[in-house]
């Protein structure tokens, strides 16, 4: 079980491993763990029950969402009282711009949760570095199966990243990108409320950390159809049904806010925002409304 939208690797691997993915509707709060906990239990009605519940806490890939503590408490109950595995996948979690810092879901109930950490967003993604940590039993099996597929992860790469780590060089660095990506998250926001039409329905999140936010059309319009017109000015973002596991999307998309320069930004959400504002189920959602 995954939230809907989730990341699109994971479904992927998961896809790859013939998963059958069930999908929760999140909310600002982070995945809605009523409809969860509803979605368990229909299963374990018909004497089915999830491998495991796949949850991305912590300014969520694609969304930006991070799970408040309540949601959290409740996802941990849940997993308890239906005896289920959490996978907790927490690349963003070191990148949090402003707010205090969730505890960790591996950190609530290290028996029941495999955390999955990486480099990749903290130091450098080319490394394919990373880290777990959870139940030892589970550890072990993980371990035999990445010696399957790849032996051992580069020793050369793992060398100069203890040496780094070893110097106490990760912290400066850490703090050195939040501070570059804040600007860079602040200057995005800005130019979404400057140029965006006022269209009923289209908002975007305003996430405390990470790399992406989620903007959301209004009903009536197509962000794989209108992806083209982006194209053809020179803006691109990730269609949002990309994120979702069992379909659904239409009318979202992600953007990602670290990468790009101001200028770039400014004017790709210019850009963006002529796009959508001339996009046909931008009018047909203005006369929806009165
Ligand atoms: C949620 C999530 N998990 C895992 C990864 C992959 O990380 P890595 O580069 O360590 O493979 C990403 C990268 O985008 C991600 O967003």
Not at 73 to 85: S, V, Y
Not at 206 to 224: C, I, N, R, S
Request: overall charge positive.
């Amino acid at each position: 079980m995954t939230s809907r939208p989730t990341y699109v690797g994971a479904i992927q691997a998961f896809n790859s491993y013939g998963a059958k993915m069930i999908g929760i509707e999140q909310d600002e709060e982070g995945t809605q763990t009523a409809l969860l906990e509803a979605e368990i239990e229909k299963l374990a009605a018909k004497g089915s029950k999830p491998k495991f519940i796949y949850e991305i806490p912590d300014f969520q890939n694609p969304s930006g969402i991070t799970m408040t503590l309540k949601r959290r408490k409740e996802l941990l109950r849940i997993a308890e009282k239906h005896d289920l595995i959490v996978v907790e996948d927490s690349p963003y979690r070191q990148l949090r711009f402003e707010g205090k810092t969730e505890p960790a879901l591996l950190g609530m109930n290290p028996d029941r949760v495999l955390g999955l950490y990486t480099f990749s967003k903290i130091l450098l993604p080319g490394f394919r570095l990373g880290w777990m940590a959870g139940p030892n039993e589970l550890i072990q099996k993980a371990v035999t199966a990445k010696q399957s597929v790849d032996l051992c992860s580069p020793p050369f790469n793992q060398s100069i990243l203890y040496e780094f780590l070893h110097r106490g060089l990760l912290e400066k660095q850490i703090s050195v990108i939040i501070k570059a990506y804040r600007r860079k998250r602040d200057f995005m926001l800005s130019m979404l409320s400057k140029y965006m039409p006022k269209l009923p329905g289209l908002k975007w999140t305003q996430p405390h950390g990470g790399l992406f936010l989620w903007v959301t059309l209004p009903e009536t319009m197509d962000a794989g159809e209108m992806f083209h017109a982006a194209i053809e000015r020179q803006v691109a973002y990730v269609v949002g049904t990309a994120f979702y596991p069992d379909g659904g999307g239409h009318n979202s998309f992600r953007r990602n806010f670290s990468y790009s320069s101001m200028a770039e930004i400014e004017e790709g959400v210019k850009r963006l925002g002529e796009v959508i504002g001339s996009w046909k189920g931008s009018q047909e959602s203005a006369i929806m409304t009165p």
